[in-house]
């Protein structure tokens, strides 16, 4: 029998925590419902959810300082969608750069949010497609880097690990495998989203900026990921898939 997802809902709104929960409950899912950071953190403390729902409104610290803790700690592999009430693009932006996997304005319709769970859910199980080169591999060489696949953590030359968010992971996994090719940004969305990828071209943009900066890649002169104006972007340097004890 498979495992239910967990979903953890953050939300001060009792009557969305409420109506969500109930809903993702009825669809087969477990959800934990609570109000605010200090809660969500009680939570992770008990139990580790397949994906965080988290509003950027919130008393004390906001959605936007969760996520950021989030993805500086030991849950940062775990996608979150972010929520608000403020159809802005500013914090649509601000949410990606900081690690957000996905972003919905409220008022939303309870489906459309299952619906970007399981997408999210998906293709955070699932690697990019066209992966046949480091497929095998339990860790990927490039330059200095090495990226070890089954903790899914960057490490340094000096092997200090670097933290990568989902969406960064993925993103490297993209360039990983297609190595001195140039990919659109178009190719990137659905390389990284597949059938779930939007038309919002500033998110590429904003992923490759914040995964050069994991890197230490001066944007000026990127030595790893160069930007090909009106093609897209190319990663430079070569590829070697690794064994183990690499």
Not at 44 to 51: E, R, S
Not at 202 to 208: E, N, Q, T
Not at 211 to 230: A, N, V
Request: aromatic residues 4%; hydrophobic residues 45%.
């Amino acid at each position: 029998m498979p495992e239910i997802d967990h979903v953890l809902l953050v939300d001060d709104d009792h009557a969305i925590r409420e109506l969500v929960a109930a809903y993702l409950e009825k669809q087969g899912l477990r959800c934990t419902a609570v109000a605010d950071g200090r809660a969500m953190r009680a939570a992770l403390a008990l139990a580790t959810p397949d994906v965080i729902i988290l509003d950027i409104m919130l008393p004390g610290d906001d959605g936007l300082a969760l996520c950021r803790e989030l993805r500086a700690g030991r849950h940062r592999a775990i996608p979150v969608v972010m929520l608000t009430a403020r159809d802005d693009e500013t914090d649509r932006i601000v949410g990606l750069e900081l690690g957000a996997d996905d972003y919905m304005a409220k008022p939303f319709a309870a489906r459309e949010l299952l619906a970007r769970l399981k997408a999210v859910l998906r293709r955070t199980r699932m690697l990019p497609p066209n992966m046949q080169v480091t497929e095998a591999a339990q860790a990927i060489g490039f330059g200095t880097w090495r990226l070890d696949v089954v903790g899914r953590h960057l490490l340094d030359a000096d092997g200090v690990e670097v933290s990568l968010s989902s969406a960064e992971y993925r993103l490297l996994r993209v360039f990983l495998d297609h190595p001195q090719r140039v990919l659109s940004r178009e190719q990137l969305l659905t390389l990284t989203h597949g059938m779930d990828a939007e038309a919002f071209d500033r998110s590429i943009d904003i992923l490759v900026s914040r995964l050069r900066q994991r890197l230490r890649d001066d944007p000026r002169e990127p030595r790893y990921i160069k930007t090909l104006r009106s093609e897209g972007y190319v990663l430079s340097c070569a590829v070697t898939p690794l064994g183990s004890g690499a």
